[in-house]
């Protein structure tokens, strides 16, 4: 008995290291990939995920599990809940499978993030009422923050006296260059999960 739980543990962590030696391959690789096909698929599910391409993800774990060894599929459906959750942005979802697989849960930041993108940009499946919603929160987003951004700059440029056609200049490059500042640190942070995710896996 003690010498199969040694197998199956074996075998588990075979899996395991599979994956990570074929982390850093093209999807066209994975996709040719035979001879650790569950692994490869369940890769390919992982980045289809973080795509937010819930059908993708879904139909990339089924050839996962389908391939996987009896004792490998638990620990396959357990990373599929997890990318489903995340390609169908549902935050609570992802967080609990997470905690199921035994590791970190996504911060209260990340969870907040996915929040707010299930409204903005809601999943197919999730109905023309949801995307007619998201539409206009984007909409009145935009107004908000154009608003506050010309509040900003005529309370700066108020000593001064600047009349109000310059304000509306200065208020479009002060978001043209808070945009660059995001998009800058955004990058960086995806680089850093990026070299972080095969020790996560």
């Given at each position: 008995m003690a010498q199969r739980q040694r197998q199956v543990r074996m075998q588990q962590?075979?899996?395991i290291n599979s994956m990570q030696d074929l982390?850093?391959?093209?999807?066209?690789?994975?996709?040719?990939?035979?001879?650790?096909?569950?692994a490869a698929q369940a890769l390919l599910g992982a980045r289809a995920a973080q795509r937010y391409d819930a059908p993708k993800t879904k139909e990339h774990f089924q050839r996962a599990i389908a391939a996987a060894r009896p004792q490998e599929r638990m620990q396959i459906r357990r990373m599929a809940d997890a990318s489903i959750a995340l390609a169908e942005r549902r935050p609570d979802a992802?967080?609990?499978?997470?905690e199921r697989m035994g590791q970190e849960a996504p911060s209260g930041r990340q969870l907040f993030m996915l929040r707010v993108l299930s409204i903005v940009a809601p999943p197919k499946s999730a109905g023309t009422l949801a995307r007619v919603r998201g539409v206009l929160a984007v909409l009145a987003f935009i107004v908000v923050v154009a608003l506050l951004s010309y509040g900003i700059v005529s309370l700066v440029l108020w000593p001064v006296g600047v009349s109000s056609g310059p304000r509306v200049f200065y208020a479009f490059m002060l978001i043209v260059v808070v945009l660059i500042v995001l998009f800058v640190l955004g990058r960086r942070r995806q680089r850093k999960a990026a070299a972080a995710a095969p020790a996560r896996r």
């Amino acid at each position: 008995m003690a010498q199969r739980q040694r197998q199956v543990r074996m075998q588990q962590t075979s899996s395991i290291n599979s994956m990570q030696d074929l982390e850093h391959r093209s999807d066209e690789e994975l996709e040719k990939e035979t001879r650790h096909r569950a692994a490869a698929q369940a890769l390919l599910g992982a980045r289809a995920a973080q795509r937010y391409d819930a059908p993708k993800t879904k139909e990339h774990f089924q050839r996962a599990i389908a391939a996987a060894r009896p004792q490998e599929r638990m620990q396959i459906r357990r990373m599929a809940d997890a990318s489903i959750a995340l390609a169908e942005r549902r935050p609570d979802a992802l967080k609990a499978a997470v905690e199921r697989m035994g590791q970190e849960a996504p911060s209260g930041r990340q969870l907040f993030m996915l929040r707010v993108l299930s409204i903005v940009a809601p999943p197919k499946s999730a109905g023309t009422l949801a995307r007619v919603r998201g539409v206009l929160a984007v909409l009145a987003f935009i107004v908000v923050v154009a608003l506050l951004s010309y509040g900003i700059v005529s309370l700066v440029l108020w000593p001064v006296g600047v009349s109000s056609g310059p304000r509306v200049f200065y208020a479009f490059m002060l978001i043209v260059v808070v945009l660059i500042v995001l998009f800058v640190l955004g990058r960086r942070r995806q680089r850093k999960a990026a070299a972080a995710a095969p020790a996560r896996r």
